[in-house]
């Protein structure tokens, strides 16, 4: 079964920076987008950016200008580099991905467990 792993998440104060990243693992025959979500206290899972597998990003409006999206193909991992952190930053993020696992099947969406990230005022 295919699974996504992410890390670096943790406790920093307003306006330092942190790097999570996203490792995919099984059986993997190719993936396509991958993305980063997040779940802010009281309010729904939100996009926060995604990228294609040729390099293509969009990102939400709250993060332009401060996080970046990257992904390694040959790694099957994909990071976010979070600068100029604010508290309202603060929440579980998780990682998304489609993979095809065999070349006669479909996509299938997979979730990472999320990991946690605290910025404090």
């Known amino acids: 079964q295919v699974q996504l792993v992410e890390s670096g998440g943790g406790l920093v104060q307003a306006g330092g920076s942190l790097r999570l990243s996203c490792a995919a693992s099984?059986?993997?025959?190719?993936?396509?987008?991958m993305a980063w979500y997040r779940q802010v206290s009281g309010k729904q899972r939100e996009l926060v950016a995604d990228?294609?597998?040729?390099?293509?990003?969009n990102y939400a409006d709250s993060v332009k200008g401060r996080f970046t999206i990257s992904r390694d193909n040959a790694k099957n991992t994909v990071y976010l580099q979070m600068n100029s952190l604010k508290p309202e930053d603060t929440g579980v993020y998780y990682c998304?991905?489609?993979?095809?696992?065999?070349?006669?099947?479909?996509?299938?969406?997979?979730w990472g467990q999320g990991t946690l990230v605290t910025v404090s005022s």
């Open positions: 099984g059986r993997i025959f190719s993936i396509n987008v």
């Open positions: 990228i294609t597998t040729g390099g293509a990003t």
């Open positions: 998304n991905a489609d993979i095809r696992r065999n070349i006669i099947g479909g996509y299938v969406e997979v």
